[in-house]
Each structure stands twice: as C-alpha cells, then as structure tokens.
T-cell receptor, first 109, second 113 residues
Framework: KNEVEQSPQNLTAQEGEFITINCSYS?????LHWLQQHPGGGIVSLFM???GKKKHGRLIATINIQEKHSSLHITASHPRDSAVYIC???????????FGKGTKLTVNP | ETGVTQSPTHLIKTRGQQVTLRCSSQ?????VSWYQQALGQGPQFIFQ???????GRGNFPPRFSGLQFPNYSSELNVNALELDDSALYLC????????????FGAGTRLSVL
C-alpha cells in the first residue's frame, strides 16, 4: 500500500464544474503539498499546508490531520485547469517529498 | 517560471552507458532534491543535497550518484544504464531543509535503448 493515495485517478469535468480531488496518507507528516504537472513534465507547487485551509484564486486546499486526509477543490473549472494534480507529503526533519500517483484532470469546454 | 533549470531536456542513451544530468537551482536555494518519474507514476525520491552534502537518499542503487557545487547547482550521474532507467528526472530546489516549498525544473526525459 502506498503511503500517499489519491482519488480519483482520472477525472473528466465540464467547464464551470466544481472539482474535488482527495488525498489520504498513512504516515506522520510535517507538511502536505499539492502540485500541478502539465504535459511535458513541469511541476508547479500550488499549496503547502500543515493544518486548516488555504485558498488561492479558484483553488482551495484543506487538510484534516486527525483523519490524515486532504482535499483540493477547484471552483468554476476551466479547460486550462487540465493537468495532473499530485499530492505529496514531507515527514519531520526532511525535505524528501513522498508523492501520490496523481489525478489526471480533463476539463472540457 | 520557477527559476530552476535543467539540462538537457531530452537525452537518448544505450544500455550500459553513463549519463550526467544538470540542475541549476533558484538563486539562494541551498537544498536540491532529485526525483525519478516513470511514465504514469508519481515521482520517486532519489536523493537530496544540502550545502554540498548528501542529506537523505531513497531506494536507488549506488550507480545513482550526485554532486552539489558551491554555487548550489547540482548533477545527477547514472552509471551502467538499464532500460528501466528510462524516465523523467526532476530536480527541485528549496531554501533550507524543513517545511519549505520546493521549486521544480521542467525535467530531463531520459530514454535508454
């Protein structure tokens, strides 16, 4: 069993829909990261959080430390949001990122 | 733009050869991590360098080695290439070791034939 599990693996939505991607982890963490990877490989960090909720534009990330669960929400989705969204965690004292397998999001116009 | 650059962008090698991949960190970042991403998978941690010293290593054999230079740029070397080494290799730089955002380069896609 992977230390970081994401669901769903693939997600197709219509433009304007509200999107939720889930991440569960089985280890103690110092922080949880949400990242975006576009075709071609480049990875962009969206959020780093260790408690509560963060918001940036149409993106919202939440984490529940007790339940070892995080969600990434996208409001009013747009075709340019199409990408792979990856959840990753860091464990105390280390910058090593442990990644989930990613969720491939396709937003159709 | 993350300020992290990797070279080359693509590389084709044959089994048994050696390869060196390069990473230039974002200005001022003293920590660099290398990851291997196989097709359809999440990245896997190879190792991390902090101020020129190896600071953690993932489950990769010794033929994967690295260097970090005084200007904090970094190299990943892979000896005796195997077909399974074909992957996207990503480096990420950060400032410090704990709870810092990592900034990723666009990666080097290595194909081993």
């Amino acid at each position: 069993k992977n230390e970081v599990e994401q669901s769903p693996q693939n997600l197709t939505a219509q433009e304007g829909e509200f999107i939720t991607i889930n991440c569960s982890y089985s280890v103690g963490i110092s922080a949880l990261h949400w990242l975006q990877q576009h075709p071609g490989g480049g990875i962009v960090s969206l959020f780093m959080l260790s408690s509560g909720k963060k918001k940036h534009g149409r993106l919202i990330a939440t984490i529940n430390i007790q339940e070892k669960h995080s969600s990434l929400h996208i409001t009013a989705s747009h075709p340019r949001d199409s990408a792979v969204y990856i959840c990753a965690v860091t464990q105390g004292g280390s910058e090593k990122l442990v990644f989930g397998k990613g969720t491939k999001l396709t937003v159709n116009p | 733009e993350t300020g992290v650059t990797q070279s080359p962008t693509h590389l084709i090698k044959t089994r048994g050869q050696q390869v060196t991949l390069r990473c230039s960190s974002q200005s001022g970042h003293n920590t660099v991590s290398w990851y291997q991403q196989a097709l359809g998978q999440g990245p896997q941690f190879i190792f991390q360098y902090y101020r020129e010293e190896e600071n953690g290593r993932g489950n990769f054999p010794p033929r994967f080695s690295g260097l970090q230079f005084p200007n904090y740029s970094s190299e990943l070397n892979v000896n005796a290439l195997e077909l399974d080494d074909s992957a996207l290799y990503l480096c990420a730089s950060s400032l410090g070791q704990v709870k810092n955002i990592q900034y990723f380069g666009a990666g080097t896609r290595l194909s081993v034939l």
